[in-house]
């Protein structure tokens, strides 16, 4: 979906980047089973970190297979078996593409969002008749980020809410009774990174197209993003940090037993190293390969 919250690879072993990659094709397998082959294109790295992070908190017994795949036909890769924690994740994933790509239709993003839009209409109804909560979860969130764009409001913590208010109540969702106030807010500030580091990357595409971007409405932008980015470098590098050391402290306290390591890296390297990408970036950062 957004690409921004990964492994931090120089410092990645490899028993955890097999863990990861098993993680992801488990995901794209599961979509597949539930809602045919289109929608395994919606398999991203974000979804990926949700499901380490939630089978973990939920201590949730993680089983792996080795099966081909359609993108490696020839060599067999492990994966994690589905069970029902991996079916909802796949299907909510569904869920936030299909309003992802609709938000992107209603933002004049282009054609493929349209594409994908429709790709994503029956799965979509198919998942939210399965998982109606997940469903209203995501929708109303959307509705909500979508009207203080239309607003044109500013402050980035106030354009940011909606969507980490969505990761909290789906973290909360998928928990239950394992849920606890670290584990939730844990979930809140990678919806607030996610959704500024998105916001900051396409700070150029969103200024020319005349779109909402809370960069842009809080501070104004010309155009020129090393400029923007140089002027107001301590600004976004405290917007940035205050998520990550929030998310950071949050994980901290908190207690995993399946895949620390793994999630350590993300959390306290990868998403340090995506905000040193953002602000070193003269242009849009090119969607990474794990």
């Not at 990174?193 to 005349?210: G, P, Q, S």
Request: net charge positive.
């Amino acid at each position: 979906m957004y690409g921004y919250v990964i492994p931090y690879k120089p410092q990645l072993k490899m028993q955890d980047f097999v863990l990861y990659r098993a993680f992801y094709c488990g995901i794209c397998k599961a979509t597949g089973k539930l809602y045919g082959q289109k929608p395994r294109f919606t398999t991203n790295y974000d979804i990926t970190f949700l499901s380490v992070l939630m089978h973990d908190c939920n201590t949730q017994a993680v089983e792996f297979a080795s099966e081909r795949c359609v993108c490696g036909p020839f060599k067999k890769k492990p994966i994690v078996k589905r069970n029902q924690l991996l079916d909802k994740l796949a299907s909510l994933n569904v869920i936030m593409s299909y309003y992802k790509a609709e938000d992107g239709v209603a933002d004049r993003e282009g054609f493929s969002k349209r594409v994908a839009r429709a790709a994503l209409k029956r799965s979509r109804r198919k998942a939210a008749k399965a998982y109606p909560e997940a469903e209203e979860i995501v929708r109303s969130c959307y509705s909500d980020l979508r009207a203080l764009e239309r607003d044109g409001v500013t402050g980035t913590d106030r354009a940011a809410h909606p969507f980490a208010t969505m990761l909290r109540r789906l973290a909360v969702w998928l928990l239950d009774d394992k849920n606890d106030d670290n584990k939730a807010s844990l979930c809140y500030n990678i919806g607030k990174f996610v959704y500024l580091a998105d916001a900051l990357d396409d700070i150029d595409d969103d200024f020319r197209h005349k779109r909402y971007n809370p960069f842009i409405t809080t501070y104004g932008f010309d155009g020129d993003r090393k400029g923007f980015i140089d002027a107001h470098r301590p600004q976004l590098e405290f917007i940035f940090g205050s998520a990550v050391n929030r998310a950071i402290e949050c994980f901290n306290n908190c207690r995993f037993t399946q895949s620390y390591d793994l999630m350590q890296n993300i959390v306290h390297l990868g998403l340090r190293e995506k905000v040193r990408e953002l602000l070193d970036s003269d242009k849009k950062l090119k969607y990474p390969k794990i």
